[in-house]
């Protein structure tokens, strides 16, 4: 959630944040509901101070009380009908934006390096070719059981999987990151609070309306839950790997790149979380984005980073960084890893607080990055890694984890 006052006192960033982002909502609509609130709440105060009186009332106080309480009970609902909407368009109001974000779409996103140079100098095969040529997954029978869009992952590509699971929990450990396991669903106050249960955008979560839970979309979303309502010391930041499934409808991506493995619906993760004080996040952004290339440099795959434009970002996102890597079919860059600065949009809808310098409590900053997935990680290395012949080879680094050179 946005702050209330600097909604109330700067309506025109936050307006330009919401322009930038090509959204239609009017903010001067939200403060002139919220001023009515206000006139509203003081006369409910002053209407229920009149309703206190010491003693046995007199006819005439009687009939005064009578009156003040229709009319309190009036304001009061008028207040409750007010606060519902009130509350509803705050809810769709987004994260302010940083300064330096390109403006337009996602393809106004900006390149910002490159990292390494493809092998593959012969007609590349994609990876659901490579699949079917090693017995790597069958979706077929995963359409068969689940729907489209599911698949099985056979013996050499969980072994695969395995080893980048391996060799990555090594490097986050190294880099001051607790390793958690986290639930698989959450209830609907964490998942809005987290922002993955958007008002007035199209739900890409599987809900369980009876229970209030919802399947995790990323373990950032039970990772921002788990310090709900806590205090926290955050000298330096706090730094949490969660490892878990994750599971996306991926409704609405008719046109977009969906081969195989790219966009399915339920792949494994590694996430990177942060709490930070707010004068930390942005190195701990850098931090988290310096991981994930080294993760990329680790596991041999050409790569750029990519700051993404304001109208590609999500409401909760402040600034964001993704990583794409090369992709020798396609030759082009496809999405990889993502990391953002969250500043304290989510803490603030879940009460995680911190006392700064001056003893006063104030909302933590929240960062998120993905270290790898089962997903397009393993895209990235079977087409980055492959030979002429077919035969995929394992980078160094993963070869001890994996037991050999070749899959």
Not at 29 to 54: C, F, G, N, P, Y
Not at 68 to 97: C, D, G, H, M, W
Not at 130 to 156: C, I, P, R, W
Request: proline content about 3%.
């Amino acid at each position: 959630m946005i702050d209330i006052k600097v909604l109330r006192e700067n309506p025109e960033l936050v307006q330009d944040s919401v322009d930038r982002r090509g959204l239609k909502l009017s903010i001067k609509d939200i403060t002139s509901l919220d001023q009515k609130r206000v006139v509203l709440i003081k006369q409910t105060e002053e209407l229920r101070s009149k309703l206190k009186i010491d003693g046995k009332p007199s006819d005439e106080q009687l009939q005064k009380l009578q009156a003040t309480k229709a009319e309190f009970e009036s304001v009061s609902q008028e207040l409750e009908r007010l606060s519902v909407e009130y509350s509803e368009l705050l809810s769709q109001v987004p994260n302010l934006i940083a300064d330096t974000t390109p403006d337009g779409g996602e393809e106004n996103n900006r390149e910002e390096k490159r990292w390494g140079q493809s092998t593959v100098d012969f007609d590349a095969k994609d990876h659901v070719e490579l699949s079917q040529m090693h017995d790597l997954l069958n979706f077929e029978a995963g359409a068969k059981v689940a729907g489209a869009k599911f698949y099985y992952m056979k013996t050499k590509a969980v072994l695969l999987w395995r080893a980048v699971t391996a060799l990555v929990q090594d490097i986050l450990v190294e880099e001051g990151f607790e390793l958690m396991s986290v639930p698989h669903m959450v209830n609907n106050n964490i998942a809005e609070g987290t922002g993955f249960l958007p008002k007035g955008e199209e739900n890409q979560n599987y809900v369980d309306s009876e229970q209030g839970l919802v399947m995790i979309a990323t373990a950032e979303i039970p990772l921002t839950g788990y310090h709900k309502d806590d205090e926290l010391k955050v000298d330096k930041p706090i730094n949490y790997a969660g490892i878990s499934p994750c599971y996306r409808l991926e409704a609405g991506t008719y046109g977009k790149f969906n081969k195989g493995l790219y966009r399915v619906h339920q792949f494994d993760k590694i996430e990177m979380y942060s709490f930070a004080r707010p004068d930390q996040s942005e190195e701990q952004l850098q931090k988290i984005l310096k991981i994930e290339e080294k993760i990329c440099q680790a596991l041999e795959l050409p790569y750029r980073v990519v700051r993404i434009a304001a109208g590609d970002l999500s409401a909760p996102a402040y600034k964001k960084y993704d990583i794409e890597y090369y992709s020798p079919a396609e030759k082009e860059y496809r999405e990889l890893t993502s990391c953002s600065n969250c500043t304290d949009y989510q803490s603030r809808n879940l009460n995680i607080r911190h006392r700064n310098s001056e003893g006063k409590l104030e909302f933590v900053h929240t960062l998120n990055g993905t270290a790898a997935t089962s997903s397009r990680t393993i895209i990235a290395l079977l087409e980055n890694h492959q030979k002429l012949n077919g035969e995929i080879t394992i980078p160094g680094a993963l070869q001890k984890y994996y037991g050999a050179d070749k899959l």
